[in-house]
Nanobody, 116 residues
């Protein structure tokens, strides 16, 4: 019923750009949307998120490089990633919180690889 469709992952050279997009369906009301990432051997961590009041939160290591945005009409969150570095290599997961029950839904993950 609930689906989070992710797109935009891939392989890019250092300094390049990628845009991740996540569209949610099957959720009547969304409280927040965002992106997390998990590299091998590391914990899943917040990259960027945006709340119902358009408040934005960024991890320190992506400030100035990534931009989070949200289209409420389309239930879509977009992460524009610029100046990518090898350290950004990870599986990126879309996160959506249901406003009615405050339940977190997760996408299947999309691989981002930054390498020469």
């Amino acid at each position: 019923q609930v689906q989070l469709v992710e797109s935009g992952g891939g392989v890019v050279q250092p300094g390049g750009s990628l845009t991740l997009s996540c569209t949610a369906s099957g959720i009547s009301s969304i409280y927040s949307m965002g992106w997390y990432r998990q590299a091998p051997g590391k914990q899943r961590e917040l990259v960027a998120g945006i709340g119902a009041l358009d408040s934005r939160k960024y991890a320190d290591y992506v400030k100035g490089r990534f931009t989070i945005s949200r289209d409420n009409a389309k239930n879509t969150v977009t992460l524009q990633m610029n100046s990518l570095e090898p350290e950004d290599t990870a599986v990126y997961y879309c996160n959506v919180q249901d406003a009615l029950v405050r339940y977190d839904y997760w996408g299947q993950g999309t691989q981002v690889t930054v390498a020469s």
